[in-house]
C-alpha cells in the first residue's frame, strides 16, 4: 500500500504539468490567422478598387441599329412643310346665254354629271326664227337680181327694143314728110307761118325720141355695166352675213355644256329671262349654269413667305382632306402666283391634285404635305435626292452617336424633314454604320459602348 500511493502523487503532478509543446501549436496558429486575416483583407481591397475601376471603365450598354445605305428619294418620303388650304376646281365656269331670252326647257340639275355637248338649257326661239326667215327672203332676191345682171338682156327684150326702134323711126318719117309739106304750102301761102312753126317742132321732138330708143337698143344690146354687177355681189354678200348671224343667233337659244363635268350650281328656272348685259338677284339672270371638270382639282394654299424659299415648280406633295383623313392623293405644285400678298405676308400657290376621285369636293378643307426635292443647278428641275431614314429618338442636338471600335462617336447631322417613319438625313451618315438609338443622357464622344444583348 505504501508503494502505491507515490506513483498515484507522481502521476497527478504530472498532469499538471504544463504542455509547452501545445503553447506552440497555439502561437503558430494565431500567425496563421493574422497572415490569413491580412491576404482576405487585403484581397477584399484589390476586389473593391477593381470593382470601382471597373465601374468606372465599363462599357455603356447601348441600343443600336445598322444604318441602310442611301437610296434616291421617293416622292412623299421627306416632308419638309405642311400647309392648309381649300380644295378648288381648276376651272370653274360659269355658263352664260349669248342672247337674251325666256327660259323655255332645262335638262340638267345640281350634281348631275354632263357630256359636252349635252343641252342644258333652250331659251324660247319665235323670234330668232322669224330673223331667219326674213333674211333668208332678202338673199333670195338679191341673188336673183344679181343672176339677171349677170345673163344680161334676153333676145326677146332686144327684138322690143328693136321694135319700139323702128316705130319711133317710121313715127320720126312721117314727121319729116309734113314738115316738108307745111313748109311748101306756106311759101305758097296757101297756110300761116305759124303751122310750118309747129311742124317743125313736132319734128325735133321725134328726132329726139329717135335718138333716145336707139340708145336703149344700144345699152340692151351691150348688157349691164361690171358696176352694177359687183355692188349686187356686195348686196348679196351682206345678205348672206344677215342670214348667217340670224342663225347663229337662232342657235344660241340652245345652251350645251362646253366640257364633260358636273354641275355645281342651278341659276335659273323655266319661264325666267336670260340677258347677256346685266344680272339681277330680282331681274333677269347673266349666267344660267355653273360646272367644273371634278377631274381636275387643285388645292389653294397661301405659303408664308419665310417658308416660301423651300418650294418651287412641280414640288411633289401629299393632300388629305379633314372629311377623309385616311385617303391620300399624290400632288405637286401647279401654279405660283406671280406677286405676293402684302398685307398678309403670303404667296398663293395651287396644287394639282394627281389622282382624284369621287371624295373630293370643291371646297373642302385640305392639309399639303410637301416632300423634299434636289434642283439642278442649270435647269432647276427636281431630280431625284439620296437620303438616309433613321429612328427619330437618335438624333439629339443636331448630331448621332454611332459605335465604332467599342466606343460612342459624335457625328453632326443634317435633318431634312421627318415623316412617320423617322427623320430623314441628308448629310452626315453614309449608310452601314451602327447608329445608337435612344442615347444616354450623359453619353459622351468617346466614351466606351457595347451592344445591349438581347433578353431570352
Not at 473593391?48 to 471597373?54: I, Q, T
Request: hydrophobic letters at 40%.
Amino acid at each position: 500500500m505504501g508503494e502505491e500511493r507515490p506513483q498515484t502523487m507522481d502521476a497527478g503532478l504530472k498532469s499538471l504539468r504544463i504542455d509547452r509543446s501545445a503553447k506552440q501549436a497555439t502561437k503558430s496558429a494565431r500567425k496563421t490567422w493574422r497572415w490569413v486575416l491580412f491576404v482576405v483583407v487585403l484581397l477584399a481591397a484589390l476586389s473593391g478598387g477593381w470593382m470601382v475601376y471597373a465601374r468606372l471603365n465599363a462599357a455603356t450598354e447601348v441600343e443600336t441599329v445598322r444604318v441602310r445605305s442611301a437610296s434616291s428619294s421617293a416622292p412623299g418620303d421627306t416632308t419638309i412643310l405642311n400647309a392648309t388650304g381649300y380644295i378648288i376646281a381648276a376651272h370653274k365656269i360659269a355658263l352664260a346665254s349669248k342672247v337674251s331670252g325666256r327660259v323655255a326647257w332645262i335638262g340638267a340639275e345640281k350634281g348631275d354629271r354632263v357630256k359636252q355637248g349635252q343641252v342644258l338649257v333652250r331659251l324660247e326661239d319665235e323670234e330668232f326664227r322669224a330673223r331667219v326667215m326674213e333674211a333668208e327672203g332678202q338673199l333670195l332676191s338679191l341673188k336673183a337680181r344679181l343672176a339677171a345682171l349677170e345673163n344680161g338682156s334676153r333676145p326677146e327684150e332686144t327684138a322690143r327694143s328693136q321694135a319700139e326702134l323702128e316705130q319711133v323711126r317710121a313715127d320720126l318719117v312721117n314727121a319729116r314728110t309734113s314738115l316738108n309739106r307745111t313748109r311748101t304750102l306756106v311759101e305758097q301761102g296757101i297756110q300761116a307761118k305759124q303751122t310750118l312753126d309747129d311742124a317743125q317742132a313736132r319734128y325735133d321732138a321725134q328726132a329726139a325720141r329717135f335718138a333716145s330708143f336707139e340708145k336703149s337698143l344700144a345699152l340692151v344690146r351691150t348688157g349691164p355695166r361690171r358696176e352694177d354687177i359687183d355692188a349686187a355681189r356686195a348686196q348679196v354678200k351682206q345678205a348672206e352675213g344677215s342670214l348667217a348671224f340670224a342663225r347663229s343667233q337662232q342657235e344660241n337659244t340652245v345652251i350645251s355644256a362646253p366640257i364633260s363635268g358636273v354641275i355645281l350650281e342651278r341659276n335659273v328656272e323655266r319661264g325666267e329671262f336670260v340677258t347677256t348685259g346685266f344680272a339681277s338677284d330680282r331681274g333677269a339672270k347673266g349666267y344660267v349654269v355653273s360646272l367644273a371638270d371634278l377631274n381636275d382639282l387643285q388645292v389653294e394654299l397661301d405659303i408664308n413667305q419665310n417658308d416660301f424659299a423651300k418650294l418651287g415648280a412641280s414640288q411633289p406633295a401629299t393632300v388629305t382632306t379633314d372629311a377623309y383623313p385616311d385617303r391620300k392623293y399624290q400632288g405637286e405644285i401647279d401654279e405660283i402666283s406671280p406677286e405676293a400678298n402684302r398685307q398678309k405676308a403670303t404667296v398663293q400657290v395651287k396644287v394639282k391634285v394627281v389622282n382624284p376621285d369621287e371624295f373630293l369636293r370643291p371646297e373642302m378643307n385640305a392639309s399639303v404635305a410637301f416632300q423634299a426635292v434636289k434642283r439642278t443647278a442649270i435647269s432647276g428641275e427636281a431630280e431625284a435626292k439620296p437620303f438616309i431614314t433613321i429612328p427619330a429618338s437618335a438624333v439629339r442636338d443636331g448630331a448621332v452617336f454611332v459605335m465604332l471600335d467599342g466606343k460612342a462617336v459624335r457625328r453632326p447631322v443634317k435633318v431634312a424633314g421627318t415623316s412617320p417613319q423617322g427623320a430623314t438625313v441628308s448629310s452626315g451618315l453614309i449608310g452601314g454604320e451602327d447608329l445608337i438609338v435612344n442615347p444616354p443622357a450623359e453619353l459622351k464622344d468617346g466614351q466606351k459602348v457595347r451592344p445591349k444583348t438581347a433578353t431570352k
